[in-house]
């Protein structure tokens, strides 16, 4: 095509008039030459509006620095003052329809997209804001997906914190009752089904409680001046746990131990 209209009140626009105050009439005057380029090249067979120069080209052609027209370049698609093709990554400005009018071109196919943009609002741009929004979807649910793994590695990892935590606790637990009785030193048979109970019961005691209340039971057997009964298999005990209602308090193990009486860890 020859021609395409150019509104008097162009300059007014807000996106012009931001272009123009970051980069002043050479970003105004790029614009331009963009349109006109694209004008120039729209044919019966090549009807969509694309820019076949790349900026380079252009830079090239004019004696300017490539690197400052590619950045004029990207702030007007940034704005909304052109487009990139998702396919061929070329400049295009779907909106340049809005100045043609049918009557002045013969092509039939120019016609057409003309009266398509026209009668649909912009038909065309509304299919690259398709594809557009394709990919932003796309790398919203990309996102969307690294953000699940990241908080289910966070999940597992607060779990094998929590896992090594909890087989801490039962050690604790399961170390603080004595392996023999203090009368006859038979051994109170303490095995490794103890700590799935230890484990169960965690869910309604706190370590702490669990381990005072070993502890008082200890005390009230040893304290027996005239009758010390045997120690309890851990099993039994633990099938009998004496609920002493302990507040959740963190009492000395080590020292009531070793100081009453004298066992070592």
């Known amino acids: 095509m020859q021609y ?32 006109e380029s694209i004008t120039e090249n729209l044919t019966t067979e090549s009807p969509v509006p694309d820019l076949e120069e790349t900026c380079d080209d252009i830079a090239d052609l004019y004696n300017e620095n490539s690197t400052e027209i590619n950045e004029i370049a990207c702030y007007m698609i940034n704005c909304g003052l052109l487009e990139t093709d998702e396919v061929t990554t070329q400049l ?32 065309i741009c509304s299919l690259v804001l398709d594809g557009q929004r394709q990919s932003q979807t796309f790398v919203k649910e990309q996102e969307q997906e690294q953000n699940k793994k990241r908080i289910e590695q966070e999940k597992n990892k607060h779990s094998e914190i929590v896992s090594v935590d909890l087989n801490n606790d039962i050690d604790e637990i399961y170390k603080a009752y004595p392996s023999k009785c203090h009368l006859d030193g038979r051994s109170l048979g303490k ?20 381990i005072r209340s070993i502890e008082l039971y200890l005390e009230e057997c040893l304290s027996n001046e005239k009758f010390k009964p045997r120690f309890k298999n851990f099993s039994t005990f633990l099938n009998q746990f004496p609920d002493y209602d302990l507040p959740k308090v963190k009492p ?13 860890d």
């Open 92 to 123: 295009t400005c779907n909106k340049l329809y809005k100045f043609l009018e049918s009557n002045q071109t013969r092509s039939e196919a120019i016609r057409t997209m003309i009266k398509a943009y026209k009668e649909r609002n912009n038909s």
């Open 252 to 264: 000395d193990i080590k020292k009531i131990m070793k100081e009453k009486y004298g066992w070592e």
């Open 191 to 210: 095995c490794s089904k103890d700590k799935t109970t230890i484990k169960r019961m965690l869910k309604k005691y706190s370590k702490y409680q669990m």
């Open 4 to 35: 395409f209209k150019h509104m008097s009140n162009m300059r007014h626009d807000l996106k012009i008039k931001k272009l123009v105050k970051k980069y002043g009439l050479k970003g105004y005057g790029l614009y331009n030459l963009i349109l």
